[in-house]
């Protein structure tokens, strides 16, 4: 009996065991899909937390190293030092050793990223006012000079005559002290002034609320007559003046981010051209404020230099008594170019650029009166621009000259008609002329009597282009009587397309939503129709659109929305 009882317990000892290993070995098929493939998901970034860095001797720098994806399966980063005897680096944490440079390197799943780690001297550290502006006066040429607390009140020029190199904590903050300001010999007032030096650096702080003194306007930081002049992870904000201004000098900007100043971020003037003047911005760069260029003379101008970084935006230039714009994120414009942020200025711009030039047309303003283009120029649109009409006026007249509207945004904000219930027409074309990537938009809903048309052609004229638009609750979105092109536009809630019947111009590639009609076809008394026998085709050449082919006298129906094609061919 005994031994049935043993008997029992080891059979069913063996059968835990077997199901125990059974649902192990499911288990492991699940983990390893069913085929049993390898599941290792690979590193396929590694972004540290800077990619430079400058310390004195001494000195620490906690490094973070993310790993990307979050799921992957070896996220262990290993950190190397290409200079150990410079830096050091153990777990993230860099160690400056002497002067030099150090490439500090993480690598996890065998992807790596690098950070560029400037070691130097460690210079003379000034915690007061009384202590910075003493060390200015006396350091020796090339001398580093710390700013280790946060906040610096100032009431007079810090005056900078000699090669130094000026490092804040990254929280230093120079700014306008209580004190009465008195300009400097020369009537300059600004919180740093650099003058007749060379090889000077200022990072790793932010200059603010430089006051004015009567006419004598207050600057963050005023380079003059100087040489080889870095700013670097510097901030110029709320000051009276320029941000930086930049005076027959040639300055170097990495990282400068500028906002709230009252004459722009950072200013270039050739001042007495003894120096060649110049200005080079890095990608971090970021100017909120424009970036104005003054001359004197086209002599002068020649004299200056800017260079720019690809993704820089808009660089407002005044040469001459002219405001133009460097516009290098899609193109380099031509000299002479405008930007305009009002009405009177856009207009005085149309009128005085030369052909082959550009009006950029920024800010948010309403037009008064029609715009009259009659050269070979663009008016192009900054990102935000927003053109408003209302009552009876009309926005552009481009009947000749062949002028081209490039990504305006332009919007009739009520339902008057043109003068006598007349047509309406915001903007006419002519002979060579285009309208590009625009969006027109109005007060149109179905049913109104109001005869309001973004863009009419001139009768007769030829070679017209009207290309990647949007047009919504207008009554027609453009009236064509010429030849040309009409294609990728999108209408939506309009009464469609008009095409007259001695037109020839071709319509592909647009888009149509909740239109009354989306192509008519007119005959407006001619005897001939040119689209005859090719409605169907132009529906399919249109994302298979509603195409009407009206006899004469009949004008567009508002109750048919079905997408269908009445033909009469």
Not at 167 to 179: A, D, L, M, Q, R
Not at 379 to 387: A, D, F, I, P, R
Request: glycine residues 10%.
């Amino acid at each position: 009996m005994k031994n049935k009882k043993w008997l029992s317990a080891l059979v069913g000892l063996v059968l835990v065991l077997a199901l125990g290993f059974t649902v192990v070995a499911c288990e492991s098929d699940t983990t390893g899909g069913d085929d049993g493939g390898d599941t290792t998901v690979a590193v396929t970034g590694v972004e540290l937390s800077q990619n430079s860095a400058t310390l004195e001797v001494g000195g620490t720098l906690e490094l973070t190293a993310t790993v990307t994806p979050d799921n992957a399966t070896d996220k262990e980063v290993s950190w190397a030092s290409s200079a150990p005897s410079v830096a050091t680096v153990e777990g993230g944490t860099v160690t400056a050793v002497s002067v030099g440079t150090a490439s500090i390197t993480a690598t996890a799943g065998g992807v790596n990223a690098t950070c560029l780690v400037t070691v130097e001297e460690t210079g003379i550290s000034v915690a007061t006012v009384e202590e910075l502006f003493d060390a200015v006066e006396t350091a020796e040429e090339g001398a580093i000079i710390r700013l280790t607390a946060d906040s610096y009140a100032i009431d007079e020029n810090l005056h900078v005559t000699k090669s130094l190199t000026l490092v804040g904590n990254g929280k230093t903050v120079i700014e306008k002290g209580t004190g009465t300001w008195t300009p400097d010999s020369k009537g300059r007032t600004s919180l740093i002034t650099i003058d007749s030096a060379s090889d000077v650096t200022i990072r790793n702080f932010t200059v603010e609320g430089a006051a004015s003194i009567g006419s004598n306007y207050a600057h963050g930081i005023n380079v003059y007559n100087s040489t080889n002049v870095t700013i670097e992870n510097v901030t110029a904000q709320d000051n009276d003046g320029v941000g930086v201004l930049v005076q027959n000098s040639s300055v170097s900007l990495a990282n400068v981010q500028t906002s709230g100043n009252g004459w722009g971020g950072v200013n270039v003037d050739t001042g007495d051209a003894t120096n060649e003047t110049s200005l080079t911005v890095d990608e971090e760069t970021s100017f909120t404020e424009t970036l104005a260029i003054y001359s004197d003379s086209e002599a002068m101008s020649e004299e200056i230099a800017v260079d720019l970084p690809d993704t820089y935006h808009g660089a407002k230039i005044t040469v001459f008594g002219e405001e133009r714009y460097v516009w290098t994120q899609d193109e380099t414009l031509t000299e002479g170019s405008f930007v305009v942020n009002n009405f009177a200025d856009m207009q005085s711009a149309v009128s005085s650029v030369q052909e082959g030039a550009a009006v950029y047309v920024g800010g948010e303003f309403e037009l008064t009166a029609p715009t009259v283009l009659d050269k070979a120029i663009t008016v192009k649109g900054v990102e935000g621009n927003k053109l408003t009409i209302k009552g009876t006026v009309y926005a552009f007249n481009m009947q000749s000259g062949g002028a081209t509207l490039d990504g305006l945004n332009i919007e009739k904000t009520d339902k008057t008609q043109g003068e006598g219930g007349q047509n309406l027409n915001l903007v006419l074309m002519g002979t060579d002329s285009s309208v590009v990537n625009c969006t027109f938009k109005g007060c149109y809903e179905d049913g109104d009597g109001e005869v309001v048309r973004a863009i009419a052609q001139v009768a007769g004229s030829e070679n017209i282009l009207i290309e990647g638009n949007t047009f919504e609750a207008l009554r027609q979105p453009a009236y064509l009587e010429g030849s040309g092109i009409v294609r990728n536009n999108t209408v939506i809630g309009t009464r469609g397309f008009v095409v007259t019947a001695n037109a020839t111009a071709e319509l592909s590639g647009n888009t149509f939503e909740n239109n009354a009609v989306d192509i008519a076809i007119i005959p407006n008394n001619q005897d001939t129709n040119n689209y005859e026998g090719k409605t169907v085709a132009l529906s399919a050449a249109n994302n298979n659109c509603y195409v009407e082919n009206q006899p004469e006298g009949v004008y567009c129906n508002d109750g048919q929305t079905e997408n269908k094609i009445v033909a009469q061919d």
